[in-house]
């Protein structure tokens, strides 16, 4: 059997609503208008009445719980982070170590949101490039290619000539 992981389920309990209430309000934080969000997570009953259904999708819009859900996601949807635990005094749980792409394209995203004037930015970008390692990579660009030039004939080649030589003084004394 399929499960949900062990990160979804314990972020759904920390803020006390379902994992499809979550899956909703994470859809209508990104821009989803509820009732497209109350459909797409299964929630629609078409067996059952319009008004049951408009019902059930305010009970769940309305809940204490999925309003503040709600409203920390969208919080964290405009600021751009994955998510909003800090506002909460809560650390989570895993915390993700960043890889060097990850901070590199933070990095770039700090120094274009400064003016193109602020003195912050060329420092960024000056760390961006000492990151990147961009001095290192145009000193190895060099033409490392080896070409070798060979003889037009075999004749005229030194080793076949020196080889040439060895065999004469060796077969005389034979």
Same mark, same amino acid.
């Given at each position: 059997?399929?499960?949900?992981?062990?990160?979804?389920?314990?972020?759904?309990?920390?803020?006390?609503?379902?994992?499809?209430?979550?899956?909703?309000?994470?859809?209508?934080?990104?821009?989803?208008?509820?009732?497209?969000?109350?459909?797409?997570?299964?929630?629609?009953?078409?067996?059952?009445?319009?008004?049951?259904?408009?019902?059930? #999708?305010?009970?769940?819009?309305?809940?204490?719980?999925?309003?503040?859900?709600?409203? #920390?996601?969208?919080?964290?949807?405009?600021?751009?982070?994955?998510?909003?635990?800090?506002?909460?005094?809560?650390?989570?749980?895993?915390?993700?170590?960043?890889?060097?792409?990850?901070?590199?394209?933070?990095?770039?995203?700090?120094?274009?949101?400064?003016?193109?004037?602020?003195?912050?930015?060329? *420092?960024?970008?000056?760390?961006?490039?000492?990151?990147?390692?961009?001095?290192?990579? *145009?000193?190895? *660009?060099?033409?490392?290619?080896?070409?070798?030039? #060979?003889?037009?004939?075999?004749?005229?080649?030194?080793?076949?000539?020196?080889?040439?030589?060895?065999?004469?003084?060796?077969?005389?004394?034979?």
């Amino acid at each position: 059997m399929i499960e949900y992981s062990r990160k979804l389920n314990t972020e759904a309990k920390k803020a006390k609503i379902s994992i499809v209430e979550k899956a909703m309000a994470d859809l209508m934080a990104l821009g989803w208008k509820e009732t497209d969000a109350y459909i797409v997570t299964g929630q629609l009953k078409p067996v059952l009445s319009d008004q049951y259904n408009n019902d059930q #999708l305010m009970k769940t819009v309305t809940d204490t719980a999925f309003a503040k859900y709600l409203k #920390l996601r969208s919080a964290a949807v405009k600021r751009g982070t994955e998510t909003e635990t800090a506002s909460e005094g809560e650390s989570p749980e895993e915390t993700r170590l960043l890889t060097k792409e990850d901070v590199l394209q933070q990095m770039l995203k700090t120094a274009f949101a400064l003016p193109k004037t602020d003195p912050k930015r060329v *420092e960024i970008l000056a760390k961006y490039a000492d990151l990147q390692q961009m001095k290192k990579d *145009e000193v190895q *660009e060099e033409d490392r290619t080896v070409h070798y030039y #060979l003889p037009l004939s075999c004749r005229n080649c030194e080793l076949y000539q020196k080889h040439k030589r060895k065999q004469n003084r060796q077969s005389p004394g034979q």
